[in-house]
């Protein structure tokens, strides 16, 4: 009988690789993808080439560190309806597979749980369907778990397969730090490192009450999991369900008056309040973000009286949210975020 093998899909530099099926004359070149396409605004990185990333060049960082890196690179503009067409054709093609189940986690990578004797070869399969359907390639990771496909996936970039199981996790991941694990950042593996918890081995090794007494009943058990890369084993396709829609903000000139500030908050608000609408579920919460120059950031939230999709509402409860910071510093970015009702029967 075939057994169950958890496939994590990850396209390879995907929004770079879109713009070389538009722009074959690029292949081979220093490409970036950010902002506007110019490293002279305030904008960070959203893809960039394996010819860039050899030169440190990241996602996340700011375009204009991007170009003193990378001098000659080739900046390009963020164009979403190309990328967002072009995953709807990754994802059709991925539940395509037969017997496929398939968890969508983002634009560019998903879980496919399928039944075989040789995941290897379907995961070439796979390869190869996307690439006829799409011209893209994809590299895949291969596991018992979500976990261990997921952590897979880096060790076969780019194009590539790897499988990474019980059997192999300890002799391929025990060494590694703890941030080598996916969800664990810097700051997490900090704190396990305070607590003499250094590699994947020792968060393997630890005793469940010392990392429930660390960060919590939920969180501690859950890292003991991670380490030994165990979780679940099957995807989800249950569609997704958002909780919340937001609008941010970098502003290519800081905002200096309380009046700018109020202004730009309504803004994001109008923009908010009509994605909430096309939920059909009003605005109960209203989040706000405040990055002061030249980089502090700081979220506030509050409860309204009662559900709404009155742009005023949601606009006047942000500004109020950044008046009580009383930080009259400059203001870099500003995020309005709207909490919606939970749909009928729940999450």
């Not at 050899?54 to 996602?59: E, K, L, M």
């Not at 397969?161 to 996790?169: K, M, P």
């Not at 396709?237 to 009046?259: C, I, K, M, N, Y």
Request: glycine fraction near 10%.
């Amino acid at each position: 009988m075939p057994q169950h093998w958890v496939l994590h899909v990850d396209m390879d530099q995907f929004l770079v690789a879109v713009e070389l099926l538009r722009r074959p004359e690029l292949v081979g070149l220093p490409v970036v993808v950010g902002g506007r396409g110019d490293p002279t605004e305030r904008a960070v990185v959203s893809t960039a080439s394996y010819e860039a990333r050899a030169h440190g060049v990241r996602s996340g960082l700011a375009l204009k560190l991007a170009k003193r890196r990378s001098p000659d690179a080739v900046f390009l503009p963020v164009d979403f309806p190309v990328y967002e067409e072009a995953s709807a054709r990754v994802m059709e093609t991925l539940r395509a597979t037969p017997g496929a189940v398939v968890e969508v986690l983002g634009w560019d990578e998903a879980f496919v749980g399928v039944e075989t004797d040789d995941p290897v070869a379907t995961a070439r399969t796979v390869q190869a369907a996307v690439l006829a359907a799409t011209g893209l390639h994809c590299s895949v990771g291969i596991g018992d778990t979500l976990v261990r496909a997921k952590i897979a996936t880096d060790f076969g970039k780019p194009q590539g397969t790897f499988v990474l199981t019980r059997d192999n996790w300890m002799e391929v991941m025990g060494d590694r730090p703890t941030t080598a694990l996916w969800g664990v950042g810097n700051r997490i593996g900090a704190r396990l490192e305070a607590i003499g918890i250094r590699t994947v081995a020792d968060l393997a090794g630890a005793d469940d009450e010392a990392l429930v007494a660390a960060f919590g009943p939920t969180n501690g058990p859950h890292l003991g999991r991670l380490g030994r890369g165990g979780g679940r084993s099957r995807p989800d396709d249950t569609p997704w369900v958002a909780r919340a829609h937001g609008r941010e903000t970098t502003f290519q000139s800081d905002l200096a008056t309380p009046e700018e500030v109020r202004t730009a908050l309504r803004e994001l608000a109008g923009r908010v309040v009509e994605d909430v609408r096309k939920e059909g579920r009003a605005v109960m919460r209203v989040h706000l973000k405040v990055r002061f120059a030249p980089f502090f950031t700081v979220t506030r939230i509050r409860k309204l009286a009662e559900p709404t999709y009155d742009v005023e509402v949601v606009a006047r409860t942000a500004h109020e949210l950044y008046l009580a910071l009383d930080d009259a510093r400059p203001v870099r970015l500003l995020g309005v975020r709207g909490e919606m009702v939970a749909p009928e029967g729940g999450y």
